[in-house]
């Protein structure tokens, strides 16, 4: 079946520090792939999403690239911030049949950043 | 907005206790889910409903039971808590289509004892 693979489980910054995270997947079709975040105490919210192969998407200063060869959707970030600890998941929507389907997320990783 | 909200927020029950997790939401959307949080392992989803009266089985449902009441209601059941069933509990919805976002509750955290 589908499936995610996020590698690391928690990644230590200091703040105006480049982030990269890890994502890949294995799927039989081109699913759309996205990026969940979740803050402490709060449930997982929605960072940025891409539906086409090859295309990138962008939010709040996170980018990430749907690359179709090497089946990686991996999470980046130019400058970090203190605010931006949280626990990020990669995720890909898996079409369960006709008109249905779910998604499949990644075991997350967990950023912790320094002031 | 979509909400999504979910109670009770934190639960203590003992062994081989009966516990209900509550979820509504009120955007009207169709589909429903019950995920489990748990180090390691990310989100993992348990049962996931696409209407009223709809059931559809997830990747870790032993243990558990679920009824979709109302388009609005999507209740989990533990009916004999296990210590291994200890897990933060999300309830997710949805709206039709796979490029519709899901939008989470604020969890539940169960400790059984």
């Known amino acids: 079946g589908d499936s995610v693979t996020q590698k690391q489980g928690q990644v230590t910054l200091s703040e105006d520090d480049f982030l990269f995270i890890n994502c890949t997947y294995s799927?039989?079709?081109?699913?759309?792939l996205l990026w969940y975040v979740q803050y402490p105490g709060q449930g997982p919210q929605l960072l940025l999403k891409?539906?086409?192969?090859?295309n990138k998407g962008i939010s709040r200063g996170f980018e990430a690239t749907y690359d179709k060869g090497t089946t990686s959707f991996h999470l980046q970030k130019a400058s970090v911030q203190e605010s931006d600890s949280a626990v990020y998941f990669c995720?890909?929507?898996?079409?369960?049949?006709?008109?249905?389907?779910?998604?499949?997320f990644g075991a997350g990783t967990r950023l912790k950043v320094i002031a | 907005e979509a909400a999504v909200t979910q109670s009770p927020r934190n639960k203590v029950t003992v062994t081989g206790g009966n516990v209900t997790l509550s979820c509504r939401q009120t955007?009207?959307?169709?589909?429903m889910y019950w995920y489990r949080q748990d180090t390691g392992h990310g989100l993992r989803l348990i049962h996931y409903?696409?209407?009223?009266?709809?059931?559809q089985i997830g990747d870790v449902p032993d243990g558990y039971k679920a009824t979709r009441t109302t388009q609005e209601d999507f209740f989990l059941l533990l009916e004999l808590a296990s210590p291994s069933q200890t897990s933060l509990y999300f309830c997710?919805?949805?709206?039709?289509?796979?490029?519709?976002?899901?939008?989470f509750g604020s969890g539940t955290r169960l400790l059984v004892i």
């Open positions: 997710a919805s949805s709206d039709r289509g796979a490029n519709s976002d899901y939008t």
């Open positions: 799927t039989t079709t081109y699913p759309t």
């Open positions: 891409v539906t086409t192969a090859n």
């Open positions: 995720a890909l929507v898996d079409i369960v049949n006709t008109g249905n389907y779910k998604y499949v």
């Open positions: 955007n009207s959307h169709n589909y």
């Open positions: 409903s696409y209407g009223a009266g709809n059931l």
